[in-house]
C-alpha cells in the first residue's frame, strides 16, 4: 500500500516541500519502542499488583517454593547417608574381626584411605549456585565415598569368604588327630637311642604303645600313596598324601585296610596295630612331614581328641545341621 508513496512535509524556512526519507522505517522503530516499554510498564504493575493477570509470578513463585523443598530434600539425603557412613564404618570394623578370623591381615586406615580415596570434584550444574550447588556438590562427593567403601567391603567379604573355603579344606587335610589309641612319650621325636640297635639315630615320629590289632586311623583327609610291606625296619606301613605339602606315615602295622590311590577322611580306619619290622614290641610309629621335611607329630594332635572320638564328634555336627 505504501510501497510507491512518497511522503513529504512543507518548510516554513524554505517556503517548500521536503521529502521525509526512511519513513516508514522510523515510524516502524517506534512503534516497537513504544511497545516494548508499554509491556514492561504493564509487566511491573502486574508483579507488584500480585500477577492478576497471570503472566509468570505465580509460576515463579512455584518454582522457589520447589527449590527451597528440593534443597531440605537433599540436606536431609546428606543426614541419612551420613548414618550409612557410620554403618558402614561399624560394618568395617566387624570385617576386620572377620579377616583375623580367617588367618587375614587386618584393612587398616591407610589401606581404607588409600582404597576409598578423596572426594572427587563434582560436576558443575550450570543451573545452580550459591546454597544450592554447594549442597548437590556435596552430596555427591559423600554419595562417591560411600559407592567406593561398599565396593571394598564387598571385595573384603569376598576375600574372607574365599580364605575361609579354603582353610576348611585345609583343616580338613591336615594330620591333627591322634591316629591311635595308646601311651606315647612326648620326647620321642629326635635323636635317640634304637632300642634294638642300641645306637644313636634319629628318630623321625613318636611310637604310640598299644596291642596288636588295635585300630589305626587317618590323621587327615587325604590319598593313598603307598600300602603294604617294605624292605627296611619300618615293616607294613601305610603313607598318605593329604595335600598342603603335608604326607603322614603309619609304620610296624599288622595289617593294612587300604590301597594305593584310595581316597580317604579323617577319623576313617587304614590298618590295624603290629610289630612288623625292626621293633622290641607292638606299638605304632607315626611320622608328619611338611614339604618333605619331618615334623614333631605331637605338634599336630590332642590327647583328649583321639580317633573315635573324633568320628563320633564329627557325625553328630553333621546330623545337627
Same mark, same amino acid.
Given at each position: @500500500?505504501?510501497?510507491?508513496?512518497?511522503?513529504?512535509?512543507?518548510?516554513?524556512?524554505?517556503?517548500?516541500?521536503?521529502? =521525509?526519507?526512511?519513513?516508514?522505517?522510523?515510524?516502524?522503530?517506534?512503534? @516497537?519502542?513504544?511497545?516494548?516499554? $508499554?509491556?514492561?510498564?504493564?509487566?511491573?504493575?502486574?508483579? $507488584?499488583?500480585?500477577?492478576?493477570?497471570?503472566?509468570?509470578?505465580?509460576?515463579?513463585?512455584?518454582?522457589?517454593?520447589?527449590?527451597?523443598?528440593?534443597?531440605?530434600?537433599? %540436606?536431609?539425603?546428606?543426614?541419612?547417608?551420613?548414618?550409612?557412613?557410620?554403618?558402614?564404618?561399624?560394618?568395617?570394623?566387624?570385617?576386620?574381626?572377620?579377616?583375623?578370623?580367617?588367618?587375614? %591381615?587386618?584393612?587398616?586406615?591407610?589401606?581404607?584411605?588409600?582404597?576409598? *580415596?578423596?572426594?572427587?570434584?563434582?560436576? =558443575?550444574?550450570?543451573?545452580?549456585?550459591?546454597?544450592?550447588?554447594?549442597?548437590?556438590?556435596?552430596? %555427591?562427593?559423600?554419595?562417591?565415598?560411600?559407592?567406593?567403601?561398599?565396593?571394598?567391603?564387598?571385595?573384603?567379604?569376598?576375600?574372607? /569368604?574365599?580364605? @575361609?573355603?579354603?582353610?576348611?579344606?585345609?583343616?580338613?587335610?591336615?594330620?591333627?588327630?591322634?591316629?591311635?589309641?595308646?601311651?606315647?612319650?612326648?620326647?620321642?621325636? *629326635?635323636?635317640?637311642?634304637?632300642?634294638? $640297635?642300641?645306637?644313636?639315630? @634319629?628318630?623321625?615320629?613318636?611310637?604310640?604303645?598299644?596291642?596288636?590289632?588295635?585300630?589305626?586311623?587317618?590323621? *587327615?583327609?587325604?590319598?593313598?600313596?603307598?600300602?603294604?610291606?617294605?624292605?627296611?625296619?619300618?615293616?607294613?606301613?601305610?603313607?598318605?598324601?593329604?595335600?598342603?605339602?603335608?604326607?603322614?606315615?603309619?609304620?610296624?602295622?599288622?595289617?593294612?585296610?587300604?590301597?594305593?590311590?584310595?581316597?580317604?577322611?579323617?577319623?576313617?580306619?587304614?590298618?590295624?596295630?603290629?610289630?612288623?619290622?625292626?621293633?622290641?614290641?607292638?606299638?605304632?610309629?607315626?611320622?608328619?612331614?611338611?614339604?618333605?621335611?619331618?615334623?614333631?607329630?605331637?605338634?599336630?594332635?590332642?590327647?583328649?581328641?583321639?580317633?573315635?572320638?573324633?568320628?563320633?564328634?564329627?557325625?553328630?555336627?553333621?546330623?545337627? /545341621?
Amino acid at each position: @500500500m505504501f510501497r510507491n508513496q512518497r511522503f513529504f512535509v512543507f518548510s516554513n524556512a524554505s517556503l517548500d516541500l521536503r521529502e =521525509i526519507k526512511f519513513f516508514r522505517t522510523k515510524m516502524l522503530g517506534t512503534g @516497537m519502542l513504544l511497545t516494548a516499554v $508499554l509491556a514492561g510498564v504493564v509487566f511491573v504493575v502486574n508483579l $507488584l499488583a500480585g500477577d492478576v493477570l497471570g503472566i509468570g509470578y505465580g509460576a515463579m513463585s512455584v518454582l522457589s517454593n520447589e527449590n527451597r523443598l528440593l534443597k531440605e530434600h537433599i %540436606q536431609d539425603l546428606g543426614k541419612q547417608m551420613q548414618l550409612v557412613q557410620g554403618a558402614l564404618d561399624a560394618l568395617s570394623e566387624k570385617g576386620n574381626e572377620l579377616r583375623l578370623e580367617a588367618d587375614l %591381615q587386618r584393612i587398616d586406615d591407610d589401606t581404607r584411605a588409600v582404597a576409598i *580415596g578423596g572426594a572427587r570434584q563434582a560436576s =558443575i550444574n550450570p543451573f545452580l549456585t550459591g546454597e544450592a550447588s554447594a549442597i548437590l556438590a556435596e552430596s %555427591q562427593a559423600l554419595i562417591e565415598r560411600l559407592s567406593r567403601e561398599v565396593k571394598l567391603q564387598q571385595q573384603s567379604y569376598a576375600e574372607v /569368604r574365599s580364605r @575361609m573355603e579354603y582353610n576348611r579344606d585345609f583343616f580338613s587335610h591336615l594330620p591333627a588327630i591322634k591316629p591311635m589309641a595308646g601311651h606315647y612319650t612326648v620326647g620321642g621325636f *629326635g635323636m635317640r637311642l634304637h632300642p634294638v $640297635l642300641h645306637v644313636w639315630r @634319629m628318630h623321625y615320629g613318636v611310637d604310640i604303645i598299644n596291642d596288636v590289632g588295635v585300630n589305626v586311623y587317618a590323621a *587327615g583327609d587325604g590319598e593313598v600313596h603307598f600300602a603294604g610291606r617294605t624292605q627296611g625296619g619300618l615293616g607294613v606301613l601305610v603313607e598318605l598324601r593329604h595335600g598342603y605339602g603335608y604326607t603322614s606315615l603309619y609304620a610296624h602295622l599288622s595289617q593294612v585296610n587300604v590301597r594305593s590311590g584310595q581316597t580317604v577322611k579323617r577319623g576313617e580306619v587304614i590298618g590295624r596295630c603290629g610289630r612288623t619290622g625292626l621293633v622290641s614290641g607292638p606299638h605304632l610309629h607315626f611320622e608328619v612331614r611338611r614339604n618333605g621335611v619331618s615334623q614333631n607329630p605331637v605338634d599336630y594332635f590332642f590327647d583328649d581328641i583321639d580317633a573315635a572320638r573324633y568320628r563320633t564328634m564329627l557325625a553328630q555336627a553333621i546330623a545337627s /545341621r
